[in-house]
Antibody, heavy 117, light 112 residues
Framework: EVQLVESGGGVVQPGGSLRLSCATSGFSFRSFWMSWVRQAPGKGLEWVANIDEDGSVTRSVDSQKFTISKDNARDSVHLEMNGLRVDDTAVYYC????????????WGQGTHVTVSS | DIVMTQSPDSLAVSLGERATINCKSSQSVLYTPNRRNYLAWYQQKPGQPPKLLLYWASARESGVPDRFTGSGSGTDFTLTINGLQAEDVALYYCQQYFTTPKTFGQGTRVEV
């Protein structure tokens, strides 16, 4: 069974940084693209970033704010977030994508990030 | 970025009736060489992550009931739920994966 478990969320002050992690199991991690999608409270879904199978290709909605990385030795994916603002408050979901141009077939339960002073 | 617009924002349907959700993209998500539409539909129930229902506009993900049907091409797409069940009450999102960022529609709430 595919499992994605996010961690690292919490409360951070505006301008601060946070590192989210996603531990995976149940599939060949090094064979899949991974991504992060977020959802602000009561709002819709926003795709944030993705990374290819071996971690050499990354894409992001804001490369200055979000850095995605992949650790194929530990079957985990991470999201570094910098310069956080109040409107970055959201649930951040880790997802497994079918490929570069494929949708997210598996989702974690999400980790909450609150940006507040 | 490709903008995805869903309509309506919400709809109420009687049990057993049909629900229809529309999704329009600001540019075509049809890749002509393979004739595929890079369009997916997700279902999200309260307190849960989204669940992939359909991809390539009309292909059902494994385990998705056949009452969920996708149609459309280019810029205009439809998700139809035939014979609405109580467990179908949820938010539904379309997403284009033709290019990054893989943008979502704003969501449509389906109620009974």
């Amino acid at each position: 069974e595919v499992q994605l478990v996010e961690s690292g969320g919490g409360v951070v002050q505006p301008g601060g940084s946070l590192r989210l992690s996603c531990a995976t199991s149940g599939f060949s991690f090094r064979s899949f693209w991974m991504s992060w999608v977020r959802q602000a409270p009561g709002k819709g879904l926003e795709w944030v970033a993705n990374i290819d199978e071996d971690g050499s290709v990354t894409r992001s909605v804001d490369s200055q704010k979000f850095t995605i990385s992949k650790d194929n030795a530990r079957d985990s994916v991470h999201l570094e977030m910098n310069g956080l603002r109040v409107d970055d408050t959201a649930v951040y979901y880790c997802t497994r994508e079918g490929g570069d141009l494929l949708p997210s077939s598996h989702w974690g339960q999400g980790t909450h990030v609150t940006v507040s002073s | 970025d490709i903008v995805m617009t869903q309509s309506p924002d919400s709809l109420a349907v009687s049990l057993g009736e049909r629900a229809t959700i529309n999704c329009k993209s600001s540019q075509s998500v049809l890749y002509t060489p393979n004739r595929r539409n890079y369009l997916a539909w997700y279902q999200q129930k309260p307190g849960q992550p989204p669940k992939l229902l359909l991809y390539w506009a009309s292909a059902r993900e494994s385990g998705v009931p056949d009452r969920f049907t996708g149609s459309g091409s280019g810029t205009d797409f439809t998700l139809t739920i035939n014979g609405l069940q109580a467990e179908d009450v949820a938010l539904y999102y379309c997403q284009q994966y033709f290019t990054t960022p893989k943008t979502f529609g704003q969501g449509t709430r389906v109620e009974v």
